[in-house]
C-alpha cells in the first residue's frame, strides 16, 4: 500500500515550496517519494523543482479535474508499476477541485493500492484576506479547497500582521472545523507531526485522516453479483454527501462485469469485455458511514423479514447486520446455544424468506448470507 498526500491551494499559495521540503523530509527518513504533477499550461517550471532522483510524472495541458481521465490513469498506473516508491505526492493546480482530483487519482483498477493519508491545502495569507476581490467563481473554489482540505496550511504569515492572522484563523474555522490549522513561512511546517499517523498505522487500517475528516475515499469489494436496479436504488438510498462512485459491478447475467459511474445523481454503465476485479471506490464527505451496496441489499431484504421490527431499521453496517442476523439464528432468548437449535432456526428463516415476495436473486442472495453466518455460527458453538 502507497501513502498519498495531494496539495491543494490556489496559484502561488506556495505549494511547490512544500512540496520541495516535504520530498527532502521523506528521504531524511528513508522513504521513497514519488510525484505527480499537475501544471496549467504545457510547459512544467515547477517540475525544475524536484530532484531528478525522484520518480515524476507531469500531467500538462490541462487540469487533474478536467483532463481526460485516462491520461491521468495511464500516468498514475505507469507511476505505480514501473518505480519504488513509498508515498505518491500529487501537486495539483490551483484550479482544482479537490473532489474531482481525488475522483481522477482513485481508479478502480488501482484504488486498492493507495491509501490516502491527507489533502493538504496551501493558503496564501495575504491574498485570502483579500479574497472578496477574486471573481465569484473562482471565490468558491478557493473555499471548496479550504473546506475540503483535512491540513490547512497557512502559508506567507510573514506578509501579514498578528491581528490579520487572528481573523483568518478564525474564518477558517468557520469554514472548516475539522482540519488541523498550521501557520508556515516558506511552507516550513513539522513534517514529522503531519506524518505522524503514517508510523502508526498499519496497511490495512483506513487511514487516521479518512477515517476522523470529511472528503475521504473509500474501497468496497463486491463479492456478488448485482442486478442494475439493485445497484441504482443503493445509489438513490445514499446521503447527497456521497459525491462519486465508480467501479466494476458484476451483474447476473453477463459474462464481464460492467464499469459503473456515479456522479452527483447521474449513473452510467458500461459493457466491459475483460475480467475485472468487482470493487468500487466511493468519494464524499464521512464517507465511511455510507452503507455497502451488500449492506443496503440485505437490510432491504431483513425489512420485508422482519417487518415493522425498530432495530431493523437501524442497521447500517455489515457488522451490525451480520450481529443482528447472528442473534436471530441463536434465537438467544430462548434457546441453548446448540447446533441443532440454530439448524432449525436457519430453516424456519429460510422457510420465511421463500414465501417473501422477493425477486430470485434477492431470495438467492439472502438465502446465501443466511448459509454463510450458519456455518461461521455453528464452527463457533460447537
Ligand atoms: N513572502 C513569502 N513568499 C513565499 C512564501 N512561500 C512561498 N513564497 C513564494 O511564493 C511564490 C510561489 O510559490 P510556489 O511554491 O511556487 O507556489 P505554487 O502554489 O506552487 O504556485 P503555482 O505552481 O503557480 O500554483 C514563490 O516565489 C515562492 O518563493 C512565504 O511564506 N512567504
Known amino acids: 500500500m502507497k501513502y498519498v498526500y495531494l496539495l491543494s491551494g490556489f496559484l502561488g499559495s506556495g505549494k511547490t515550496t512544500l512540496l520541495v521540503k516535504f520530498i527532502e523530509h521523506l528521504k531524511n527518513k528513508g522513504l521513497r517519494p514519488a510525484v505527480i504533477m499537475n501544471e496549467l499550461g504545457a510547459l512544467g517550471f515547477d517540475s525544475e523543482a524536484v530532484e531528478g532522483d525522484v520518480p515524476l510524472r507531469e500531467l500538462l495541458d490541462g ?20 518505480e519504488e516508491f513509498d ?37 496564501d495569507a495575504k491574498r485570502f484576506l483579500q479574497r472578496d476581490t477574486l471573481p465569484i467563481q473562482t471565490k468558491a473554489l478557493y473555499l471548496e479547497q479550504i473546506r475540503h482540505a483535512h ?29 488541523e490549522i498550521i501557520e508556515a513561512q516558506h511552507a516550513a511546517i513539522d513534517f514529522e507531526q503531519l506524518t505522524s499517523s503514517t508510523k502508526d498505522t498499519t496497511p490495512h487500517l483506513p487511514s487516521r485522516i479518512g477515517k476522523e475528516l470529511r472528503l475521504g475515499s ?5 463479492e456478488h453479483p448485482y442486478p442494475q436496479y439493485v445497484v441504482e436504488e443503493w445509489v438513490q438510498s445514499l446521503p447527497d454527501s456521497v459525491y462519486r462512485i465508480k467501479g466494476y459491478v458484476q451483474l447476473p447475467s453477463t459474462t464481464h462485469p460492467h464499469l459503473f459511474q456515479y456522479s452527483y445523481g447521474m449513473t452510467q454503465w458500461m459493457a466491459e469485455d475483460v475480467k475485472v476485479k468487482t470493487q468500487l471506490v466511493l468519494i464524499g464527505e464521512n464517507i465511511k458511514t455510507a452503507p455497502s451496496l451488500e449492506a443496503f441489499s440485505l437490510k432491504s431484504l431483513l425489512e420485508l423479514l422482519y417487518p415493522g421490527r425498530d432495530r431493523v431499521s437501524e442497521l447500517i453496517t455489515m457488522t451490525e447486520i451480520h450481529q443482528f442476523l447472528d442473534e436471530e439464528l441463536l434465537d438467544v432468548r430462548t434457546h441453548p446455544r446448540t447446533r441443532f437449535n440454530l439448524e432449525t432456526k436457519r430453516n424456519q428463516i429460510e422457510e420465511k424468506v421463500k414465501k417473501l415476495d422477493c425477486s430470485n436473486w434477492q431470495e438467492k442472495h ?7 453466518r450458519y456455518e461461521h455460527l455453528s464452527t463457533h458453538s460447537n
Not at 487540469?63 to 514501473?82: F, V
Not at 501537486?91 to 477541485?97: D, L, V
Not at 439472502?366 to 454463510?372: E, G, H, N, S, W
Open 63 to 82: 487540469c487533474i479535474c478536467c483532463s481526460p481521465a485516462e491520461k491521468t490513469e495511464a500516468q498514475i498506473q505507469q507511476i505505480l508499476y514501473q
Open 87 to 123: 508515498v505518491l505526492l500529487i501537486e495539483t493546480t490551483g484550479a482544482a477541485h479537490p473532489v474531482a482530483s481525488l475522483d481522477v487519482i482513485l481508479s478502480p483498477l488501482f484504488a486498492d493500492q493507495f491509501d490516502l493519508k491527507g489533502i493538504l491545502t496551501v493558503i
Open 151 to 179: 491540513t490547512l496550511i497557512v502559508n506567507k504569515t510573514d506578509l501579514i500582521n498578528e491581528e490579520e492572522l487572528s481573523e483568518l484563523q478564525f474564518t477558517l474555522k468557520q469554514l472548516n472545523n475539522t482540519a
Open 218 to 222: 473509500r474501497l468496497d469489494s463486491l
Open 366 to 372: 439472502f438465502l446465501d448470507f443466511v448459509t454463510k
